[in-house]
């Protein structure tokens, strides 16, 4: 059954990634992507590791890639342009490619010579072991606080890089102040007058 | 029941699918009644408040309304727009019927009576939820029409942006409850207040999140006031307007499920899910089953859900966006800062 279902999502994995490149609309490359995203969130929900696969469909799934959709789709896309750019840039992407290729070799080699992959998969994990989430929060609060709080401040600092960017005030708009409109009374607003026949009213 | 079906000769194997096949029939043909359901008692509860009968032809009541509906709507012609993205046009309804369903797996009805008691649930839920928005964004590209593309836009950042809030929501529940399991969630809540209420919401420090949640969970579901995804009045009927029969039906099935599934998770989260008001047994309420309990509080919430579609103006766009990010946002940021902070000293004491 696990073996089953691992072919299953890697199968679906390799496949719409490979969709994800060689789709000609850019719309359903992005959507190949999704599909990959929630197969690997399956691979990591079989090796155990169900909080990083639910962070992931959060994460990727649910915030990430519906902004790359909304781009994506908003975006007026020169799909001859997109196919010459794919011909020019195929021997650097072809580079990188083998580049990951021979790092994940090694990383395998690595990890199988010195016999961590045998202890690990000999044990699995025990029955009645803490969960998933308070390993993880046990580690990251405790070993990696440092890292943890460094990689945090990176990504606010990101995020207020990115409003400083984008920010510009535009003169001369008239915003809605809602605390304004409120706290504004009748009394404020309008008066009674009884002018006199034949005379106007001053404003 | 999967244990008596392992148990049988089917074998371990065979038997723990057929059993988690028939449980999930079990959840899943209830609910597509109860849609249809609560369809009908949507009509009727903003027919009275506007003063007209509602549905009150087929059935006693008008009960069999929504069948008549479902009915039609099988035995109309699907159409395509000739210009539609074919495959991805019949995608759309079904991504958003199956997500609105699949979120069921993990809601508890009673102690014990869930298809799946997992320990990372509400996450589980959370990223179920986020999902939703593909059916819908779907929909609006592939129709290749400008108001249904427009809705598609709006649903988008509207999920988006609600998507946030909801979530430190429910990371102020789960600091207080310690744990991402729904039925712990719920059995935390027993007793909560001096051994007395069995709800959340009546905690004055989380009362305010009860709130911010309920009318989050409408953005959420982009029901009334916040359905900018489907305002007639500027876009036809949203990213619905090109469909028609089963897939416009399909559509509405998983929108109500979904409601029904916010319904839940306002109960399950606040108001002490399948457990009675009041932890007193002078009440001889603890013999009445959990499950009523349950519907009984979800049809409350549904109420109010009706209540608020039929008074309600809607809102503005800028106005839905100002309310996600400039109030919900901070609010629950600080929220999650508070109840970390209480709860750090309610177990470890102050810190002297």
Redesign the interface.
């Known amino acids: ?1 696990q073996i089953f279902a691992f072919y299953l999502f890697a199968s679906v994995v390799l496949a719409s990634g490979a969709m994800c490149i060689f789709s000609r609309n850019p ?1 359903h490359s992005v ?1 190949w992507l ?1 599909l990959a995203f929630f197969n690997a969130a399956g691979l990591m929900v079989l090796v155990g590791a ?2 990083i696969a ?2 992931l ?2 994460v990727y ?3 990430v890639a ?2 790359f ?2 781009v994506v ?2 975006l007026d896309i020169d799909f001859a342009e997109l196919r010459a750019g794919f011909m020019k840039h195929l021997p650097l992407g072809l580079l990188l490619a083998l580049v990951l290729v021979v790092e994940i070799i090694f990383g395998v080699g690595a990890w199988q010579s010195s016999g961590m992959g045998q202890a690990t998969a000999a044990v699995g994990i025990p029955e009645g072991a803490p ?3 308070e390993q993880l929060g046990a580690l990251l609060y405790t070993k990696y606080v440092f890292l943890f709080e460094a990689a945090g401040m990176i990504l606010l600092v990101a995020m207020v890089g990115a409003i400083v960017l984008t920010h510009r005030t535009r003169s001369g708009v008239r915003k ?1 102040n ?1 605390a304004n409109q409120v706290a504004r009374r009748p009394e404020d607003a309008t008066r009674n007058t009884q002018p006199e026949v034949g005379k106007g009213v001053e404003l | 029941m999967t244990e008596f079906l392992q148990s049988t000769f089917l074998g371990a194997e065979l038997g723990w699918f057929v059993g988690t096949l028939a449980l999930i029939l079990l959840i899943a043909l209830p609910l597509m009644l109860a849609v249809a359901m609560i369809i009908y008692v949507d009509r009727k509860i903003w027919a009275a408040m506007a003063l007209r009968k509602g549905p009150n032809v087929v059935g006693p009541f008008g009960l069999l309304q929504s069948f008549a509906d479902g009915l039609k709507v099988f035995l109309q012609e699907t159409i395509i727009p000739s210009s539609a993205n074919k495959g991805l046009f019949l995608l759309a309804p079904i991504i958003t019927f199956t997500v609105a369903l699949l979120a069921w797996a993990v809601i508890p009805f009673g102690e014990d009576m869930v298809l799946a008691n997992i320990n990372i649930g509400l996450l589980y839920i959370l990223a179920i939820s986020s999902l939703g928005v593909y059916g819908v964004v779907i929909a609006g590209w592939a129709s290749n029409s400008k108001y249904p593309f427009f809705s598609a836009m709006r649903a988008a950042a509207q999920m988006i942006s609600y998507e946030v809030s909801i979530g430190f929501i429910l990371i102020s529940v789960v600091l207080f409850a310690g744990t991402f399991n729904l039925s712990e969630i719920v059995l935390s809540q027993e007793g909560h207040i001096f051994g007395m209420v069995n709800a959340y919401g009546l905690n004055p420090l989380l009362f305010p999140m009860a709130v911010v949640f309920l009318i989050a969970s409408m953005a959420e579901t982009a029901r009334h006031p916040f359905d900018l995804t489907e305002a007639e009045s500027e876009l036809v009927a949203g990213y619905q307007t090109e469909y028609s029969s089963m897939s416009f039906a399909l559509f509405w099935l998983g929108e109500y499920a979904n409601i029904l599934l916010m319904c839940a998770l306002n109960v399950i989260l606040f108001w002490g899910g399948w457990l009675p008001p009041l932890d007193v047994d002078w009440i001889p309420w603890f013999d009445i089953p959990g499950i009523i309990w349950l519907f009984g509080k979800m049809f409350f919430f549904f109420f109010i859900f009706s209540w608020v579609m039929a008074t309600v103006p809607r809102y503005r766009y800028d106005q839905l966006m100002r309310l996600g990010w400039k109030i919900f946002l901070p609010l629950s940021l600080l929220w999650v800062v508070l109840v970390s902070g209480y709860v750090m000293i309610d177990k470890f004491g102050l810190p002297l």
Do not use: H, T
């Open positions: 059954m719309v959507l999704i169900e909080f639910a962070l469909v959060i799934v649910g915030a519906v902004l959709l909304f789709m908003m969960s998933n989430i809605q809602v």
